[in-house]
């Protein structure tokens, strides 16, 4: 048996990759130290906060997304494919290219959600704030179904 130990060895050394930029160190970020910032293409109110790597680069992120209570996320779609965990609050998500609230499905604190790229969705903090946190593979892209909904179009 310590012979089959001793020849795993090499070869799980071998599948060694390198480590992202920036990750390659042991490093814990408490919620106290999330930065949380406006994002052009959401609503004014709503944060976001870049907890792991470069959304706008090719490589892994994970960011937060925290929305109050009442904001609505109106139909977009995202390139790449995302694992929404929901931190706190209850997650509203419904699919589809019109926000329905009859589509909208709840999911509450702990629950995993899996958004493949390009899927048409929409969100709304319906029963009070919401924080999800996002991880995906870069460069993060946002797309409104309809450019009106954009908060970059506004002339306000």
Not at 36 to 64: D, E, H, N
Not at 78 to 84: F, G, V
Not at 126 to 152: C, F, H, M, N, W
């Amino acid at each position: 048996m310590s012979q089959k130990a001793s020849d795993a060895k090499p070869a799980l050394q071998s599948e060694v990759r390198p480590h992202q930029l920036g990750q390659d160190a042991f490093k814990a970020i408490l919620s106290e130290d999330v930065d949380w910032k406006s994002f052009p293409a959401f609503p004014p109110t709503v944060r976001l906060a870049v907890v792991v790597g470069q959304p706008s680069g090719t490589g892994p992120y994970t960011i937060r997304v925290k929305v109050p209570h009442g904001v609505k996320l109106m139909p977009h779609r995202h390139r790449e494919d995302r694992i929404y965990t929901v931190i706190s609050g209850v997650f509203y998500i419904g699919l589809g290219d019109e926000f329905d609230a009859n589509k909208l499905e709840a999911y509450p604190a702990g629950a995993v959600i899996i958004l493949p790229g390009n899927t048409p969705h929409f969100h709304w903090a319906k029963s009070s704030e919401y924080v999800t946190q996002v991880t995906a593979i870069g460069p993060l892209g946002l797309e409104y179904v309809s450019g009106k909904d954009d908060p970059r179009n506004s002339n306000s």
